[in-house]
């Protein structure tokens, strides 16, 4: 079995927030697979295993850039929380969000070689980031970016610079700036439950099929928990199944708000910064080895 350091045990805390040593356990029964470890905890843990969703684990900003039916959002990442509030750099990532929905690059490496001049830096993007960090004294990078362009209406939202959303819709705009609201404060992963990655309800599926398992019951029984629960995941993180979050009633999906609104939506994207990546804590790393050499020791 591979050996579980302390900073995979650190890594495993940070995006579960399980105690320390249930992350231990788990990782030494998985063999040192982060990803299986993290599903025995959602195992044993149930739902508070699972904030890593949530967790924002770098730093740096979202852009938006919306011009009737053509519009972009972009991240980019930047080391700390001082620089991504820095003013330079939040113009740097605006004007990258204009150049995705003006050029349409087909990826970041496209993006990066298109024509920026700023602050005497160019003349590409690329010669920019490379002087702004220069200039900053911080690496920065061009994580991700969509583009809208033509398939119809665009509304948007930016929570602060941190959060980014922009859906596509046919209908009432207040409705669509409502629903784009909400996908910021919910996170759904999908517009429908048919469109919910594979990968998610497999994983969804594993892990009740594990609790269900637990529980003793006849076969039959354990099947239809497991469905249950599939379900009732499909309902929390499909967008036109959730409750709208300006339910009068508390009750009305973002779905029969959209019809009743004679509003449709074709999709949505949601940026939320640094989802998905790793913060290094080295000081973290050593509180971690430090209570585990205690507990060793104990």
Not at 78 to 103: G, M, P, W
Not at 123 to 149: C, H, Q, S, W
Not at 182 to 195: E, G, T
Not at 254 to 267: F, H, I, R, Y
């Given at each position: 079995?591979p050996?579980?350091?302390?900073?995979?045990?650190?890594?495993?805390?940070?995006k579960?927030?399980?105690?320390m040593?249930?992350?231990?356990?788990?990782?030494?029964?998985?063999?040192?697979?982060?990803?299986?470890?993290?599903?025995?905890?959602?195992?044993?843990?149930?739902?508070?295993?699972?904030?890593?969703?949530s967790?924002?684990?770098?730093?740096?900003?979202?852009?938006?850039?919306?011009d009737?039916t053509?519009?972009?959002?972009?991240?980019?990442?930047?080391?700390?929380?001082?620089?991504?509030?820095?003013?330079?750099?939040q113009?740097?990532?605006?004007?990258?969000?204009?150049?995705?929905?003006?050029?349409?690059p087909?990826?970041?490496?496209?993006?990066?070689?298109?024509?920026?001049?700023?602050?005497?830096?160019?003349?590409?993007v690329?010669?920019?980031?490379?002087?702004?960090?220069?200039?900053?004294?911080?690496?920065?990078?061009i994580?991700?970016?969509?583009r809208y362009?033509?398939?119809?209406?665009?509304?948007?939202?930016?929570?602060?610079?941190?959060?980014?959303?922009v859906?596509?819709y046919?209908?009432?705009?207040?409705?669509?700036?409502?629903?784009?609201?909400?996908?910021?404060?919910?996170?759904p992963?999908?517009?429908?439950?048919?469109?919910?990655?594979?990968?998610?309800?497999?994983?969804?599926?594993r892990?009740?099929a594990?609790?269900?398992?637990?529980?003793?019951?006849?076969?039959?029984i354990?099947?239809?928990?497991?469905?249950?629960?599939?379900?009732?995941?499909?309902?929390?993180?499909?967008?036109l199944?959730?409750?709208?979050?300006?339910?009068?009633?508390?009750?009305?999906?973002?779905?029969?708000?959209?019809?009743?609104?004679?509003?449709?939506?074709?999709?949505?994207?949601?940026?939320?910064?640094?989802?998905?990546?790793?913060?290094?804590?080295?000081?973290?790393?050593a509180?971690?080895?430090?209570?585990?050499a205690?507990?060793?020791?104990?």
């Amino acid at each position: 079995m591979p050996a579980i350091t302390a900073s995979m045990v650190g890594a495993l805390r940070a995006k579960t927030d399980a105690p320390m040593m249930e992350c231990k356990k788990a990782l030494a029964e998985a063999d040192g697979d982060m990803a299986r470890a993290e599903e025995i905890l959602r195992v044993k843990l149930g739902n508070k295993a699972g904030k890593a969703a949530s967790r924002i684990t770098a730093e740096g900003v979202v852009a938006a850039a919306v011009d009737g039916t053509t519009g972009a959002l972009v991240e980019v990442n930047c080391e700390t929380d001082f620089v991504s509030k820095n003013e330079t750099f939040q113009t740097f990532a605006q004007a990258l969000a204009a150049l995705v929905a003006a050029r349409a690059p087909a990826d970041v490496a496209a993006l990066a070689a298109l024509p920026l001049s700023m602050d005497d830096f160019g003349p590409t993007v690329e010669d920019v980031r490379k002087g702004l960090v220069g200039k900053i004294g911080e690496n920065m990078t061009i994580r991700r970016f969509a583009r809208y362009a033509g398939g119809g209406a665009l509304a948007h939202y930016l929570h602060g610079t941190r959060i980014g959303v922009v859906v596509e819709y046919r209908g009432d705009a207040v409705a669509a700036k409502d629903v784009a609201m909400h996908v910021a404060a919910m996170k759904p992963a999908a517009l429908s439950s048919s469109q919910v990655p594979a990968e998610l309800v497999d994983k969804e599926r594993r892990i009740a099929a594990e609790k269900a398992a637990e529980s003793g019951k006849p076969a039959e029984i354990v099947a239809k928990m497991v469905d249950g629960a599939v379900q009732k995941y499909l309902k929390e993180v499909s967008l036109l199944d959730q409750v709208f979050v300006k339910a009068a009633d508390g009750k009305q999906t973002v779905g029969q708000m959209l019809k009743d609104k004679s509003t449709t939506v074709a999709g949505f994207t949601l940026f939320v910064v640094g989802e998905g990546i790793e913060k290094k804590s080295e000081d973290f790393a050593a509180e971690v080895a430090a209570q585990m050499a205690a507990a060793k020791g104990g």
